[in-house]
């Protein structure tokens, strides 16, 4: 299982970014994927999940309405459209997803909101 994470970097407030993270080395479609971040001195946190066919769960009260996960099988792909970037919104980005009970990561992408 690989995961690898891109598309971060500098926003500003009110800016947007859009992360990706290319899958391989398991049957994609077949499987729920997350986006989790980490703040510099507190816990990753959830930022959303999606199911095999599409359905969304924002998990994080703090990005509905900004953020918008989706997935694209036919690429093994799945990506985080960040809206209305917000200073706290900085944090590594983390692609994540669980086979037979095990959480995989990626190697993670930092995300600055700052001007």
């Known amino acids: 299982v690989q995961l690898v994470e891109s598309g971060g970097g500098l926003a500003q407030p009110g800016g947007s970014l859009r992360l990706s993270c290319a899958a391989s080395?398991?049957?994609?479609?077949?499987?729920?994927m997350s986006w989790y971040r980490q703040a510099p001195g507190k816990e990753r946190e959830l930022v959303a999940t999606?199911?095999?066919?599409?359905?969304?769960?924002n998990a994080a009260d703090s990005v509905k309405g900004r953020f918008t996960i989706s997935r694209d099988n036919a690429k093994n792909t799945v990506y985080l459209q960040m809206n209305s970037l917000k200073p706290e919104d900085t944090a590594v980005y983390y692609c994540?997803?669980?086979?037979?009970?095990?959480?995989?990561w990626g190697q993670g992408t930092q995300v600055t909101v700052s001007s």
């Open positions: 080395g398991f049957s994609f479609s077949r499987y729920y």
């Open positions: 994540n997803t669980r086979l037979s009970f095990h959480d995989y």
């Open positions: 999606i199911t095999t066919t599409g359905g969304s769960i």
